[in-house]
């Protein structure tokens, strides 16, 4: 009983953090990849070394290393990434992101973390053409088995979860040798 009483706190903490509609600062389709992507030899490394060797994803990186994602999204792939930045991860209560860190609760952790996952490689350029082609929206299923949406808002990709909550891409097409990552403002939450 208190297992699903901390479980659904945990949930409903993170919906209510995930329900802001983050940025100001979004990728306008016409910016480079960040300063994981400027090394033309980054191409040789996965989506895992990339976040890793990021300033600005530590947090991510802590958590997918307590998720045990390490090995998942080490693999051949592809995949495209919604990457969280440190940044995002602030907007959340660091009681919320601590509590995800225990073992007993893996399990949702890894289902927050996949959800910012999709199967296959979708540059920004991707994207924004299924956008298009998809008059306006993009349905992207991710690995944790749920659906994000994809849209424009101007030139800027915005992704929205389950919730209604939207992130913004603030840089994108970070190469990797197993998929794509893209930066974004916000952290992603699948329904509870």
């Not at 073992?103 to 890894?110: F, G, V």
């Not at 929206?137 to 088995?145: D, F, H, P, Y």
Request: charged share 15%.
């Amino acid at each position: 009983m208190k297992k699903t009483v901390a479980t659904l706190s945990l949930a409903a903490a993170l919906a209510t953090t995930a329900c802001t509609t983050y940025g100001n600062d979004a990728y306008d389709g016409a910016a480079a990849a960040d300063s994981m992507a400027n090394d033309p030899a980054m191409i040789s490394v996965n989506i895992v070394e990339t976040i890793v060797d990021s300033p600005n994803h530590t947090t991510l990186e802590s958590l997918v290393k307590s998720a045990g994602l390490v090995e998942t999204l080490s693999g051949d792939g592809p995949f495209t990434v919604f990457a969280p930045t440190d940044a995002a991860f602030d907007r959340v209560p660091s009681q919320t992101v601590n509590a995800l860190t225990q073992a007993s609760n893996r399990e949702m952790l890894r289902g927050v973390l996949t959800y910012h996952v999709v199967p296959g490689r979708f540059s920004a350029g991707d994207l924004t053409q299924r956008i298009r082609s998809g008059g306006g929206t993009a349905t992207l299923t991710t690995v944790q088995g749920t659906q994000l949406r994809a849209t424009l808002e101007g030139n800027k990709v915005k992704i929205t979860d389950a919730t209604g909550a939207s992130a913004y891409v603030e840089n994108a097409d970070i190469l990797n040798s197993n998929g794509i990552i893209h930066s974004i403002s916000g952290v992603l939450m699948p329904r509870s």
